[in-house]
């Protein structure tokens, strides 16, 4: 039941990633330079609150950030992982000496499998606050053989949006699922009203719950590290122009490498869509095929909502099938 779930996952990017081939204009070579109008932006949905993105920016050439996009769009900086569920941030920067784990990303590291559980109704009655919950998510992550992490920064309290920004984050999915899900539909990723209602229901009921979420956003990296994460001090700032959406599996992308073609202001947020499913049913108790997919669905718009809370509207969605 679950390689189906994978499977359909599979089945809709691939899918998408036909259209878009075919809606190409035969006249247009895939290599030109205008392929960047291709790509969807977040602003397209409606979505982008955040500052992080290309309009925003005097450092970057376009074609060089054109010929950037195309690259990754290719599976060039593709590297191999060795898990299959996220355990390290979308975030683009990188640690102190150039490098990031070679691990899966979604918004938040473990953090994101957290709250799309939450979100996705995975959430149990002994989940009082966020903390229990995320121990016991890290706990049931680890006894399946999973890495789990965290990371922060070289000048923040907390230096992960995905954490510091939480309620953000909530309150975006419950207000603008329209925007989110159109959003996600076009890389094939549906929700019906049902599924979108409970998602919403989910997230208004935690911020209406007093004390749910952790005041102090910087205890919430701190327990996850007692909780046995790796940890990321990564440094400087935001310099992301884009969302790498990647859906190959067993791989994510190398950001290192990235920076050593173009330059160390070319980053990227990496998210690795192929890993939700997977997350989902490790963390899933109770074996529903259905209740996978809630969460799986609920990791995505938690990634979506992360990234339209700190991005602006000109970043670019570049999907790599
Ligand atoms: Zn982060």
Redesign the pocket.
């Known amino acids: 039941m679950f390689e189906s779930l994978i499977k359909w996952y599979k089945d809709f990017f691939g899918i998408q990633d036909t259209a878009r081939t075919v809606s190409t204009p035969s006249s247009q070579p895939p290599q030109s330079n205008n392929a960047k109008a291709d790509y969807h932006t977040l602003g397209g949905f409606n979505l982008g609150l955040g500052a992080i993105g290309p309009a925003n920016r005097t450092d970057v050439d376009q074609a060089v950030l054109s010929n950037m996009y195309q690259t990754i769009a290719s599976g060039e900086f593709n590297i191999p992982v060795n898990d299959n569920v996220p355990s390290i ?3 683009g920067r990188c640690n102190k000496d150039g490098t990031r784990e070679a691990s899966p990303s979604a ?3 473990t ?1 994101s499998i957290v709250y799309g559980a939450d979100l996705g109704g995975a959430s149990t009655s002994d989940d009082t606050s966020e903390i229990m919950l995320a121990t016991r998510i890290a706990n049931t992550l680890k006894e399946k053989g999973h890495a789990i992490g ?2 922060g920064d070289d000048h923040s309290n907390c ?5 510091a920004k939480v309620k953000n984050i909530y309150q975006h999915i419950a207000e603008k699922i329209n925007d989110i899900v159109s959003m996600t539909s076009q890389y094939g990723i549906t929700l019906s009203q049902p599924e979108k209602d409970s998602i919403v229901q989910h997230a208004q009921n935690r911020l209406n719950q007093p004390d749910f979420f952790a005041e102090d956003r910087s205890s919430v990296l701190q327990h996850a590290q007692e909780c046995g994460s790796m940890y990321e001090e ?1 440094i400087g700032a935001h310099n992301e122009l884009g969302i790498a959406l990647n859906t190959r599996p067993g791989t994510t992308i190398d950001r290192s490498a990235i920076r050593a073609k173009y330059g160390p202001q070319y980053d990227m947020f990496v998210v690795d869509a192929w890993t939700f499913a997977n997350a989902a049913k490790e963390i899933n108790t109770n074996e529903n095929a259905m209740t996978t997919e809630l969460i799986a669905k609920a990791i995505t718009l938690q990634n979506v909502a ?1 990234a339209s809370v700190l991005g602006h509207g000109s970043l670019r969605i570049i999907p790599i099938s």
């Open positions: 941030c979308v975030d918004a938040g590291g953090l965290v990371h230096g992960c949006g995905a954490c990564l992360t």
